[in-house]
T-cell receptor, first 114, second 112 residues
Framework: DTAVSQTPKYLVTQMGNDKSIKCEQN?????MYWYKQDSKKFLKIMFS???????INETVPNRFSPKSPDKAHLNLHINSLELGDSAVYFC?????????????FGPGTRLTVT | AQSVTQLGSHVSVSEGALVLLRCNYS??????LFWYVQYPNQGLQLLLK??????LVKGINGFEAEFKKSETSFHLTKPSAHMSDAAEYFC??????????FGTGTRLKVLA
């Protein structure tokens, strides 16, 4: 009964390719996030969606495009991959948009761009 | 603007010794504060959170943290380290809906 799941777990691809990462939560949460964790473990928020609406869009290149088909899913599509995109990408969710609740994280997707 | 500083990117303790991981925050309003743990190749999981109900917060696995407004600190402690505590620990702050700021993490190493 995985709460927040991500696919794939590992993704190895070449520069210039386009790839997608999928995230699903079965917790009934309203808000979902994408984070990027670099090689030094620094965790930075990229996007946040509340009930399928984009509410946070940090300074992320427009090659990154999130999509939320419903409030249980938040996917991340990346165009024209670059070496600097290599990182671990985490999806997370929170139960309600009204207060800073704890976040529930997925297991991560390790993206390696060669 | 809110921010989080974790002093010490690496901390080593002997098994059975006290664990102290430091976190200082900056916030213009009373913050919500969190500690998360990340085991190798896993996502983050919540250890404990401060939401103004009590300044001493107890979490899972024997960890606790004390909110000290005068020192703008929220240090994480555990009286006796166990080998299984070896992991990366993150402090996080939130003062607004949706927005969470994470510290740079502290890697805890437990020596036998």
């Amino acid at each position: 009964d995985t709460a927040v799941s991500q696919t794939p777990k590992y993704l190895v691809t070449q520069m210039g390719n386009d790839k997608s990462i999928k995230c699903e939560q079965n917790l009934g949460h309203d808000t979902m996030y994408w984070y990027k964790q670099d090689s030094k473990k620094f965790l930075k928020i990229m996007f946040s969606y509340n009930n399928k609406e984009l509410i946070i869009n940090e300074t992320v290149p427009n090659r990154f495009s999130p999509k939320s088909p419903d409030k249980a899913h938040l996917n991340l599509h990346i165009n024209s991959l670059e070496l600097g995109d290599s990182a671990v990408y985490f999806c997370a969710s929170t139960p309600d948009a009204g207060a800073p609740y704890e976040q529930y994280f997925g297991p991560g997707t390790r993206l390696t761009v060669t | 603007a809110q921010s989080v500083t974790q002093l010490g990117s690496h901390v080593s303790v002997s098994e059975g010794a006290l664990v102290l991981l430091r976190c200082n925050y900056s916030s213009s309003v009373p913050p919500y504060l969190f500690w998360y743990v990340q085991y190798p190749n896993q996502g983050l999981q919540l250890l404990l959170k401060y939401t103004s109900a009590a300044t001493l917060v107890k979490g899972i696995n024997g960890f606790e943290a004390e909110f000290k407004k005068s020192e703008t600190s929220f240090h994480l402690t555990k009286p006796s380290a166990h080998m299984s505590d070896a992991a990366e620990y993150f402090c996080a702050v939130s003062e607004a809906t949706y927005k969470y700021i994470f510290g740079t993490g502290t890697r805890l190493k437990v020596l036998a």
